[in-house]
């Protein structure tokens, strides 16, 4: 009785959250308690002091966390919550919840805001203080000695450090390199440049390299010293040499180059001399932190933050002794940083933000020559500034995880059960959500335990348990959550990263803004692995699902990925009867099953849905794909065994073009345009996709913005697609709110629309009478070679802009009106943009300030009197680093 009963509590506490969250109705033998779980309720305060956790007089938040042990010591199936009244958390240390800290099946300790509070867990200090530095524009505060921060948050948001282009500081770029660095002798602005900075002020410079090691990645690596005799910058190691001088591995189906030594910077980052409007700069040992204002800023009226910590919570246990049964609600994580790509080991990216740390050959094992370390794949991963480790039924819904340097949250090591639910990630360094770790492809292998418990717990010393399937991360619900502009400081971030795990379900998901691919499962795994050689590596993946998740406006900055990306083995195989035919059916229905998701908005994706190296064993059923790159489905040097049904795509499928998989499956597919109205795409898909689409109803929303409209012309009804549509979200055209509008998720709506109406002229707020302001995201707006930005924290117009790097890039627009006018920006990176309407001659006008600030959202170009009826604008990058559009009034 006794040992059965262990049983069920055990398998109970690891399916039961899950199974309720998604529906399911568990009829298994339950114990009755005699008397029913005693209930307690804490308070805690930003400013609570004590240990009676009362709701007049709280606790600190350890405090609180004290209280909780006590309570659960006396009565460990105790209903115990803890309320957190309104403001801000800072925490001295990490926040760490280990064992004792667990409640039981059934009775999680909850860690809630209390009712009407958005309580703070905080990891940075308020930097006051100020004083401006003569008549430079610069303000100074001072902070601790011991300050080392790569972010800073202002109001909220993340501001650029010191940063310029080597082209803005006069660099002419003859610069050779070497096997350490570079020789800039050929260069006198350069050299003069660096000859100004004393040794250390030399040894903080980082240059960052977009594309370097393949256009998904963005490598950065710090200078080490300049030696003005011999001309020559010595750069960081190990990060140089992993940056430009990456091993070679044979049986590559993918590759990991390396980049050319004498390959320049594409920007300079880390130097006072270096601060522009909007940026900052610490001296950590100075104890000085500076910042430049933006025009119109003014120092006493912002809020800064300066991060102290790393890890803001750290939820870890042991496999012999999990952390188990505990829930976090309503709060916010926030202000911390992430410092390891500030040392000798930098940046060296290699994908998905996993980068070598050590040697040159990390992680190929017996590929490389001389073999590298194993098992393949094991690369370095991001820190997680909140992870939970060895733990069971972690639930975390209605959570903000924002101002964030590493990644969002992190959940590995024998995690079960986890559910995350409803919170937003927004404003992040690195990726939203990293989910298991690179050592632990294959845990039953007894060789790889002792790398399992260095690189994937923090409590490997500890644990006494052998590491088997047990390790294997089990059980993920990651829904209905909103996950947008991450990857800030790292750009190739996916929005979730998905590693090695079982029966891990991400649905329902929001993702956007994103400047690299949507959700990724498998990251390099794959790589020595293809249809003539499949199974050079293995996992323990299996029965994982992606479905329902509405992706759009990603691949930003980086490309070379899609909206859902897939590597390697994906699915654990079934024998018939013979034991050595794999049975086809059962091994898919253990696979990878995309379904039901819908992309868009990704113009140079590669391949929407991308079945990349050694990917095997995925069924794509259901999907939506349009206005989102060259192909929908395909990819290149795959396994095989691929089902393509009932999809409705707007681009080609099947597609390999490095070479063939084993076999694919493909029927019942629908095209549809690039551009879908109504009635192409089933409204049956668009209700099951997004945040919200299921029973869930999310407790946090985002405002509601347009990213697509579908062409007015001759219509009666539009397809309109963004975010944050809820049930009362009005729709305008022009000043009139429409009535009528059928909401098919918080992603989706039908709208009616008269004749003669323009997709600009559609909003979720009313426009100014006389006149149309078009964001910069309008459907309406053509674009040639810009990208898209948004959370730049300048005072963008809707807090976004699109930018062209290369000139001949073009934005043109179709209106109908008397006059428009253009908006965008001044600053020193940008130069001249050339404007002509219906192709008259081009009128050259300079983007460039007088006064060397940065101005957003300012009137750049605005036309003559024009006679009434259509026209057309079509505005031309010509010089500069960057042209920036934030839209048009009409």
């Keep these: 009785m006794s040992s059965q009963g262990s049983i069920t509590r055990r398998l109970l506490r690891r399916v039961g959250p899950i199974a309720a969250a998604l529906g399911l109705i568990l009829t298994t033998p339950v114990v009755q308690s005699a008397t029913a779980a005693a209930s307690v309720t804490l308070y805690a305060s930003p400013s609570g002091t004590g240990s009676s956790c009362s709701s007049s007089a709280p606790c600190s938040l350890s405090g609180a966390q004290q209280a909780v042990r006590t309570h659960l010591a006396g009565d460990g199936s105790a209903d115990v919550t803890v309320l957190l009244t309104d403001g801000v958390y800072r925490l001295s240390d990490t926040w760490s919840l280990g064992p004792a800290d667990s409640g039981t099946q059934g009775h999680p300790v909850v860690w809630r805001a209390a009712p009407g509070a958005r309580p703070v867990i905080s990891g940075a200090s308020p930097v006051t203080g100020w004083t401006q530095r003569g008549s430079s524009g610069v303000w100074s505060a001072p902070v601790p000695v011991t300050s080392n921060s790569r972010q800073l948050y202002i109001d909220g948001r993340m501001v650029p450090i010191a940063q310029a282009t080597p082209a803005s500081l006069g660099f002419r770029g003859a610069w050779t390199g070497t096997s350490t660095g570079y020789t800039i002798s050929g260069d006198q602005a350069a050299m003069a440049w660096f000859g100004s900075l004393s040794a250390s002020q030399v040894a903080g410079v980082e240059f960052r390299y977009p594309g370097g090691n ?180 972690v639930t975390l819904t209605g959570n903000r995880f924002t101002g964030l340097g590493g990644a969002g949250l992190g959940v590995m090591y024998g995690a079960a059960n986890t559910l995350i639910q409803g919170n937003e990630f927004t404003d992040i360094a690195s990726t939203a959500l990293l989910l298991g770790c690179t050592y632990d492809p294959l845990p039953t292998n007894p060789s790889d335990a002792a790398g399992i418990k260095q690189n994937c717990t923090p409590n490997g010393a500890r644990e006494t348990a052998v590491i088997g399937t047990n390790e294997i991360l089990t059980g993920t619900t990651v829904a209905d959550n909103v996950i947008h502009h991450i990857g800030t400081d790292y750009p190739s971030a996916s929005g979730i990263t998905l590693l090695f795990s079982r029966h891990t379900t991400i649905t329902r998901n929001n993702l956007y803004d994103l400047p690299y691919t949507g959700i990724t499962a498998g990251v390099i795994q794959g790589h020595v692995n293809q249809a003539s050689t499949p199974r050079n590596t293995t996992n323990i993946n299996s029965s994982n699902t992606i479905s329902n998740n509405i992706l759009h406006d990603y691949l930003s900055e980086r490309s070379d990925g899609g909206a859902v990306y897939v590597e390697g083995h994906q699915a654990q195989y079934v024998y018939q009867a013979d034991g050595t035919t794999i049975d086809p059916v059962q091994t898919l229905a253990k696979g990878l099953q995309v379904t039901g998701n819908v992309a868009y908005n990704g113009p140079t994706t590669n391949f929407t849905y991308y079945n990349d190296a050694g990917s095997e064993w995925i069924n794509w059923k259901g999907n939506v794909a349009f206005r989102a790159g060259d192909k929908s489905h395909g990819g290149c040097s795959p396994t095989g065994h ?63 913005k347009i990213f697509y409209v579908s062409p007015t012309a001759n219509a009666r009804e539009v397809l309109v697609a963004g975010e944050g549509f809820g049930p009362a979200t009005p729709v305008y055209i022009g000043t009139t709110q429409v009535t009528g509008v059928t909401r098919l998720s918080s992603g989706f709506m039908i709208v009616p629309i008269p004749a003669g109406t323009s997709a600009g002229s559609i909003s979720v707020t009313p426009q100014v009478p006389g006149s149309i302001r078009l964001n910069d995201d309008d459907g309406g707006i053509a674009y040639s070679g810009f990208s898209y930005a948004d959370g730049r924290s300048y005072g963008d117009y809707r807090n976004d802009v699109h930018y062209a790097t290369a000139n001949g890039s073009t934005a043109s627009l179709t209106f109908t009106g008397t006059k428009v006018t253009v908006h965008g920006e001044l600053h020193t990176d940008q130069g001249n943009i050339g404007v002509s309407i219906d192709g008259g001659p081009q009128q050259v006008v300079s983007t460039v300030p007088g006064d060397g600030v940065r101005h957003a959202n300012v009137a750049v170009y605005t036309s003559g009197a024009l006679s009434p009826g259509r026209h057309t604008i079509v505005v031309t990058k010509l010089s500069g680093q960057y042209s920036t559009l934030d839209g048009f009034t009409v």
């Design 214 to 393: 393949g256009p998904w990645t963005e490598s950065r690596c710090r200078v080490a010293s300049f030696s003005a005799a011999a001309g020559t910058l010595r750069m960081s190691q190990p990060c140089w040499t992993n940056v430009t001088a990456r091993a070679a591995y044979a049986q590559a189906s993918g590759g990991l180059p390396s980049m050319s030594p004498g390959t320049m910077p594409a920007g300079i980052e880390n130097a006072q001399a270096l601060l522009g409007s909007g940026q900052w700069f610490l001296d950590g040992p100075g104890g000085t932190l500076y910042y430049r204002p933006s025009a119109g800023q003014q120092m006493s009226a912002l809020k800064v933050e300066l991060p102290r910590l790393e890890t803001l919570v750290q939820g870890a246990g042991t496999l012999a002794a999990p952390l188990h049964d505990i829930t976090f609600s309503g709060l916010q994580f926030s202000y911390a940083t992430w410092n390891a790509p500030s040392t000798g080991a930098g940046f060296a990216d290699v994908q998905s933000n996993l980068r070598m740390t050590g040697a040159n050959n990390q992680g190929m094992c017996g590929f490389s020559n001389p073999p590298g370390s194993c098992p393949w794949g094991a690369l370095t991963q991001p820190l997680a500034n909140v992870s939970f480790t060895a733990s069971e039924n």
């Design 642 to 704: 691929f089902w393509i049904t009932g999809n409705y795509f707007s681009a080609g499928i099947q597609s390999y073009p490095c070479a063939q998989p084993v076999d694919t499956h493909a029927s019942g597919n629908t095209a549809i345009p690039a551009t879908p109205g109504p009635s192409d795409i089933p409204q049956a898909l668009l209700r099951g996709a997004g945040a919200g689409s299921g029973s869930y109803t999310p407790p946090l929303s985002v405002a509601a």
